[in-house]
């Protein structure tokens, strides 16, 4: 790694640090949630620079989406005014473009940085995406396997921890529907010529 490259990655590497503590430290919940924009981010670039950036890739994707939806979540369950968190956006502004700011640099700086070529060429000409799929379904499988049931039970335990009991609500009840008969379900009305809707 080049003199470059390391002052990247350690830059990125305190970044990271600095957004982690603070995400834990703030204590609007806004600012927490913008700090762990930036962590999230942080954790791309320094997968980009390691020559991993399938996991940059998903890092973006799927943990930086994951915190829209859990603004949405927040969102639904504390049941926010929407006007009052208008009135509020324009005071989380500079912190919000500090962390743009942060977040181009390091843009930049990966860009600036980072070569897929020499990757791929480390690699021995496959791709890290291949080399990963063949560690993961191979040599880690068990616990890759154990990993997604347990993120699947916490998906659960999410949905039925905020799944909420609401009178009169129609609902579809399966057991009954089955267990119905023809004659429960089925009504024949006879109608001569001319009558009916």
């Known amino acids: 790694m080049s003199s470059v490259a390391d002052f990247v990655f350690?830059?990125?590497?305190a970044i990271l640090l600095v957004a982690a503590?603070?995400?834990?430290?703030?204590?609007?919940?806004?600012?927490?949630?913008?700090?762990?924009?930036?962590?999230?981010?942080?954790?791309?670039?320094?997968?980009?620079?390691?020559?991993?950036?399938?996991?940059?890739?998903?890092?973006?994707?799927?943990?930086?989406g994951a915190v829209a939806v859990l603004f949405l979540f927040v969102v639904m369950m504390l049941d926010v005014d929407f006007a009052e968190l208008r009135r509020g956006a324009l005071a989380h502004l500079p912190l919000g473009l500090a962390i743009g700011a942060v977040i181009l640099v390091e843009l930049v700086a990966i860009l600036l940085t980072f070569h897929p070529a020499a990757v791929v060429a480390g690699l021995g000409g496959v791709s890290n995406t291949?080399?990963?799929?063949?560690?993961?379904?191979?040599?880690?499988?068990?616990?890759?396997?154990?990993?997604?049931l347990?993120?699947?039970m916490a998906m659960v335990g999410a949905i039925v921890l905020t799944l909420r009991q609401r009178?009169?609500?129609?609902?579809?009840?399966?057991?009954?529907?089955?267990?119905?008969t023809r004659e429960e379900a089925v009504?024949?009305?006879?109608?001569?010529?001319?009558?009916?809707?």
């Open 10 to 13: 350690y830059l990125f590497a």
């Open 21 to 64: 503590t603070r995400v834990i430290t703030a204590r609007n919940p806004v600012h927490s949630a913008l700090f762990l924009v930036l962590t999230f981010f942080s954790a791309a670039g320094l997968f980009v620079l390691l020559g991993a950036e399938f996991l940059a890739a998903v890092v973006v994707m799927v943990y930086m």
């Open 130 to 148: 291949q080399v990963l799929g063949r560690v993961l379904y191979t040599r880690y499988l068990y616990p890759f396997e154990i990993a997604s």
């Open 150 to 152: 347990l993120l699947l």
């Open 167 to 180: 009178r009169m609500i129609k609902k579809q009840c399966i057991s009954s529907q089955v267990a119905r």
């Open 187 to 197: 009504t024949l009305i006879k109608k001569s010529p001319g009558e009916g809707a």
